[in-house]
């Protein structure tokens, strides 16, 4: 594996969850081929679980560990290609990618999608200038469309709880105050499509996202409906993808919360969310805490996954 982008880069899903669960039962089987690595993390969004578990999953493997807020301490840059460089920021992204290249042997970047330009986000500008400039194996730690280490983790936890072997696993849209990205949404669908689950998502009209990632899922806006018998019932709020409202919130109906009543809909079914998560805008309290609640166990699988994923580039 070169880059790691999306579940394309995985290869066969069965033995990249093989390889996963052996990573789990053997963290430290593999600290020489890491040993004298250098991992850099670059973050130009805030993070806890991403920024600490591919930390830990790169100590795990013996390397050494590199983390870069852009946006503090760093130099502002500047993205764009001819402007004049006579505003707030003093530096230029094509000198810092390939300066940045120039100090590690592995790069993970951070860079959610701006919501200012659509295409600028759909074609993955930041991520894809790290792959073509800095010289060195680039990994998502979730940019504009995708968050394949989340997705990768997601479906750890999965196959760890899953009852039968093909599941109904339930996306479904959740308000939020602010406007999030697609990228969870997106790759999350992209995972599951790649599986053989029974796979449905559920949203407000006009909260359709990319068919390029829904698939051949079944989308239905009768979420009652989209709960009965579900094995897992994934949350997560993300803003309008279609024009004219990209990146617009366009409801905050809170009949969308997961809440007690509608989980009774399911079958027993688990609680997932990739966190951080809003309380009570997302998901009650009750359900969250719950015994069905898997979001803890979900956040640790993302050492896992970053460390198969790193695993796998240090080998190649
Ligand atoms: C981000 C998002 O929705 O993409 C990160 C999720 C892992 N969430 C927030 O900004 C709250
Ligand atoms: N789930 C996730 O990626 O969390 P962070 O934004 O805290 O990294």
Redo the contacts with the bound molecule.
Sequence with gaps: MKHFTSVHDIGDLQTALQKARYVKENPFADQELGKNKTLMLIFF???L??RLSTQKAGLNLGMNVIVLDINQGAWKLETERGVIMDGDKPEHILEAIPVMGAYCDIIGVRS??QFENKEDDYNEVILNQFIQYSGKPVFSM?AATR?PL?SFADLITIEEYKKTARPKVVLTWAP?P?A?????PNSFAEWMNATDYEFVITHPEGYELDEKFVGNAIVEYDKEKAYRDADFIYA???AAYRDPNYGKILSTDRSWTVDAHKMTLTNNAYFMH?????RNMIVTDDVIESPQSIVIPEAANRVVSAQAVLKEILAS
């Design positions: 969004n805030s993070s679980r991403t959610f999608a979730e968050h989340q939020h602010r999030l990205p697609q990228a969870v997560k709020n993300w990739c966190l951080p998560v809003r």
